[in-house]
């Protein structure tokens, strides 16, 4: 399944980026984004299930076994989905430096990390 192969590519590339630019992100910034990759992954297995399923319905049931592959992954990729989701929601309300996106306790004045004077 040579699209699959691709997409797993560009995700797996967008997130050694994501990786690389870690400190330039907030966390819900970070979260959003790998919700934003988990949630394109969803929607091209979903493309590839259709396309098999074509070709399931066109040429008899060898493609079966791989639309059942893909549905296995839907699971998978709809929990990566949802976990990130209650991160974002668990994260949004926590105080992060803007410089080293780490996290700040109540009160602080400056970046327990970096040393940024916040605001
Ligand atoms: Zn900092």
């Given amino acids: 399944m040579k699209f699959w192969e691709d ?3 560009t ?7 994501t990786v690389k630019k870690a400190g330039e992100f907030t966390n819900v910034a970070k979260l959003r984004y790998r919700l934003h990759i988990a949630e394109t992954k969803l ?8 396309r098999l399923y074509y070709s399931a319905v066109m040429d008899g049931d060898e493609t079966m076994e791989a639309i059942s592959d893909l549905m296995a992954d839907v699971a998978e990729i ?16 926590k105080r992060v430096c803007p410089k ?17 004077k916040l605001e």
């Fill in 11 to 17: 995700a797996t590339d967008a997130a050694n980026y």
């Fill in 78 to 93: 709809n929990a990566e989905v949802e976990d990130i989701k209650a991160k974002i929601e668990e994260t949004k309300n």
């Fill in 7 to 9: 997409v797993s590519k």
């Fill in 43 to 50: 929607a091209c297995t979903y493309e590839g299930i259709g």
């Fill in 100 to 116: 080293c996106g780490a996290e700040i306790a109540p009160g602080s004045t400056y970046c327990n990390k970096c040393g940024e």
